[in-house]
């Protein structure tokens, strides 16, 4: 479980008070409008960003005090994922070890994994020689082998085209929440929210709102979302 | 990050050491040294009166030759741009003997002043010294003078063309004000570089009138082995160069910018006949003057090359092990200096500055000033000669280590904007990083600096003149000793050797950081 526990992120003279539960695993949608400070939360989970005041937890570890490589996280962010001077495979074992010394077991974990995203046959070409949506694949991948049981994706599929952003989405959830992480998913987009987000954080105004079902909220917005809809 | 800082304080500490140590040493020596003489007097007045006439020839000469490279577009354009970059790497014995076929007593203007009945010319003294030094900075100022031309903003040229101005006017209102920021930077750099030029005072200098703070102190090793003088006059050179450094810094010298110098930019004040009669001419001049002097190398040296002594090749291995060692060492500090800068620049900028600083250190100390220090501090424990090539290895490194943390410092930078977030969310610390982020992404410009510090260390005619003895030398000081004994025909072989020797390797180790580079 994820707890904001009266926490204040404080970014130049932005400020964004957090004070919620993520109860449930699954994928929970964060809209809002853009500067609102959807990637500042999401900063302060993977320890970009230590809080001005109040804990950020999980269960009950004060995640706090740890580096962004010893939290249970994993991010995957707009872009700069992968290192475009290793392969794919590479890529993905670094979220086994980063120093990418693997046992020959754990590299078939990183085949198996990259086999289960559709990347059969892909697994030694380098980002340039991959397209945007098996780029974002291999990314998928590393945060699968990863295996930390929370996800934090920073708008990772925002490059793509519609449907190849629709079919991401399906297969990050078809994954992800199929193996128990829980997900919090930023996005400007609604419909990708209703897509594969069962609740929806509201971050506006300078706050940052509990989780509602993702259906009413957008069905019965709030004036700060409904400015930002229309 | 504590690791990083820790790596750079040891880097650091290492620098500090062998530019700083010397230098206290120098001044604490120097307290028990004698008075200065006349003859010592004479040094400091010749060393700043060379200077300040090279840097202003230079500046000078450049001014026109930057502009008319500004100004015009033609075949070749861009590999002379490229040569101009070339002096940088050429030993200063190699370049200052190829002076010397074309201005020298028996060089190519002798020979035809001869035929027309007038008398030779003779380079030894202060033309020749600043001959030499226009030699090797009149490249350096066009580059930095033409960077500042094509930085005016195009849009304003054009601006110009339709408010009808001439070329005066063109002049006072764009041309003036861009000379007036840059040239003083420029100047001031160049008379910093020649205050401690020492290879070319050794060659062309000498005697009561032409000899530097530098020579001075080599004369007072060699001849009378007077280590108090030539700890006084370690200490004098330190001031001057010192100073020179400090103005340089606060006229705010131009870097040298690798990119951006292929687009000349369109002109209309310019256009007329006269105007491209100057520029055709200045650039014909000026790539004459560069190119003479290495032509006459390579065509005096491919017949002497077969029958070159043994003792020279033995030199020149010398000097390839010296060379590739000095740059391994330049990379090994400039990493953790430029990591532990880079990693407390967000935290404490402050100290950060401090740690780059040290990196540049070297810039006020000249190499003979290092050697006089360290040969007082291990005189007494070692023998120096067997000494020669491990100090040379660390002082020539400590001299390109201001270039590799330019080369490097900045793409850290950019590495650590795109990828240090991802690489953090990952754990990717220490040695795993740099094996896997750092050093793959910073493939190019880690073997730029490490082919500049090769071609550098390889060319270099400074301490190791105190050091050694005929038994260790690197090749370029076994060519001078070949010059020293008129042994022409084996100086012009050598001299082809080790400029090929310098070029290579430059190239060589450059290369290795393009081949195969991460896209």
Known sequence: ?230 | MTRALAGGGLAAAFVVALTLGPLVVVALWAEAGSGLGAGDWAAIRFTLWQALLSALFSVALAIPVARALARRTFPGRGLLVLLLGAPFIVPVIVAVLGLLAVFGRTGLVSQTLGALGMDPLSIYGLHGVVLAHVFFNLPLATRLILQGWLAIPSERFRLAATLGMGPVDVFRQLEWPMLRAVVPGVAMLIFLICTTSFAVALTLGGGPRATTIELAIYQAFLFEFDLGKAAVLATIQFAVTGAAAALAAWVAVPAVMGAGLDRPVQRWDAARGAARAIDAAWIGLAALFLLVPLSMIVLRGVPQLAGLPPQVFEAAGRSVVVAVLSACLVLVLALPLASAAQALRGARPMAATVVESVGYLSIAASPLVIGTGLFIVLFPIANPATLALPITIAVNAAMSLPFALRAILPELGAVEAQYGRTADALGMRGWARLRWLILPRLRRPLGFAAGLAAALSMGDLGVIALFANSENATLPLQLYQLMAAYRTNDAAGAALLLLGLSLVLFWAIDRGGRVNAAV
């Open chain 1, 1 to 230: 479980m994820l707890r904001f526990d009266q926490v204040m992120l404080q970014q130049g003279t932005h400020v964004l008070a957090a004070d919620f539960a993520v109860d449930e695993p699954g994928i929970t949608a964060v809209v809002g409008p853009s500067g609102a400070g959807k990637s500042t939360l999401l900063s302060a989970i993977a320890g970009f960003l230590t809080p001005a005041k109040g804990r950020v937890m999980w269960g009950d570890l004060d995640l706090n005090p740890l580096g962004p490589g010893e939290r249970p996280v994993s991010v995957v962010f707009q872009d700069n994922n992968l290192f475009p001077h290793l392969d794919a495979r590479r890529n993905v074992a670094l979220g086994v070890a980063p120093n990418l010394r693997l046992s020959p077991e754990d590299m078939g974990r990183v085949d198996a994994v990259l086999d289960r995203v559709g990347l059969a046959g892909k697994e030694a070409r380098k980002p340039a020689a991959l397209s945007g949506g098996e780029q974002s694949r291999v990314a998928l991948a590393r945060v699968l082998v990863r295996d930390r049981p929370l996800v934090l994706l920073d708008e990772p599929f925002a490059a793509l085209g519609p449907a190849l952003k629709a079919e991401m989405l399906d297969l990050a959830r078809e994954t992800l929440a199929a193996e128990g992480k829980t997900v919090l998913l930023v996005t400007h987009d609604p419909d990708d929210a209703r897509r594969v987000a069962e609740r929806t954080i509201l971050v506006a105004e300078g706050r940052a709102h509990p989780p509602v079902q993702t259906a009413s909220l957008l069905d019965n917005p709030p004036p700060a979302l409904a400015a930002y809809l229309t």
